[in-house]
């Protein structure tokens, strides 16, 4: 089994998502020594926001050094994302969204004619046959009730998943992390707890 890790927060080694999306990763190779990983840390090593000279490379149309070298990078991007069996992407919620180097990431892989296509019926998702895993951490509690309106977090993400194709998709919520260390303890064991059942299950179905 190969398996996709996308991280994404600014705190390193602080960070409550890459501390879960690691100790999934960490089950899974302990079921399967013979997993294969790769690892996108995204807040120690972004991806490029599209700039005016790199814009056309996910058009397909390259233009320059830099165009050429965005279409490059796109390139292994989704490579990595059509060779993994399981992807597993961790999320914090910045201002009510998803972090910016996350939104650069899906920006270089959410591309016409490769990932999704057009058709008379309306957008197809080409990435098909995917398992996805989100790890999401909120400071606040935004899974239901007052809040819920200004989650601009999960919707988003399943969006830009969906579009690909990827719409097996299982979202672990770490929230309240603001609430207190006792709401936050617990709140982080329950997602923990939730990632050891979802590792049986994961691997079961996607080896």
Request: cysteine-free; overall charge negative; hydrophobic content about 45%.
């Given at each position: 089994?190969?398996?996709?890790?996308?991280?994404?927060s600014a705190l390193g080694d602080s960070s409550v998502s890459?501390?879960?999306?690691?100790?999934?990763?960490?089950?899974?190779?302990?079921?399967?020594?013979?997993?294969?990983?790769?690892?996108?840390?995204?807040?120690?090593?972004?991806?490029?926001?599209?700039?005016?000279?790199?814009?056309?490379?996910?058009?397909?149309?390259?233009?320059?050094?830099?165009?050429?070298?965005?279409?490059?990078?796109?390139?292994?991007?989704?490579?990595?994302?059509?060779?993994?069996?399981?992807?597993?992407?961790?999320?914090?919620?910045?201002?009510?969204?998803?972090?910016?180097?996350?939104?650069?990431?899906?920006?270089?892989?959410?591309?016409?004619?490769?990932?999704?296509?057009?058709?008379?019926?309306?957008?197809?998702?080409?990435?098909?046959?995917?398992?996805?895993?989100?790890?999401?951490?909120?400071?606040?509690?935004?899974?239901?009730?007052?809040?819920?309106?200004?989650?601009?977090?999960?919707?988003?993400?399943?969006?830009l998943l969906g579009f690909m194709g990827i719409d097996d998709?299982?979202?672990?919520?770490?929230e309240k992390l603001a609430f207190g260390p006792e709401a936050?303890?617990?709140?982080?064991?329950?997602?923990?707890?939730?990632?050891?059942?979802?590792?049986?299950?994961?691997?079961?179905?996607?080896?």
């Amino acid at each position: 089994m190969k398996a996709l890790i996308i991280t994404s927060s600014a705190l390193g080694d602080s960070s409550v998502s890459n501390r879960l999306a690691g100790e999934l990763i960490d089950r899974l190779r302990a079921q399967d020594p013979s997993l294969e990983t790769i690892v996108r840390d995204l807040g120690s090593d972004p991806v490029p926001h599209l700039l005016p000279e790199t814009v056309s490379a996910i058009r397909g149309t390259p233009e320059g050094e830099a165009g050429r070298e965005a279409l490059a990078l796109s390139d292994t991007l989704v490579a990595e994302i059509q060779a993994a069996d399981v992807i597993v992407i961790g999320s914090p919620m910045y201002n009510f969204g998803i972090a910016s180097t996350l939104k650069a990431w899906f920006d270089h892989v959410l591309r016409a004619g490769v990932t999704f296509r057009y058709t008379e019926a309306g957008p197809e998702g080409l990435v098909k046959g995917k398992k996805a895993v989100v790890i999401e951490t909120r400071a606040g509690f935004y899974s239901e009730g007052p809040a819920a309106a200004m989650d601009g977090q999960e919707p988003h993400l399943r969006i830009l998943l969906g579009f690909m194709g990827i719409d097996d998709v299982t979202f672990v919520r770490a929230e309240k992390l603001a609430f207190g260390p006792e709401a936050a303890s617990q709140a982080i064991d329950d997602a923990a707890r939730q990632l050891a059942g979802l590792a049986e299950r994961e691997l079961a179905l996607a080896a």
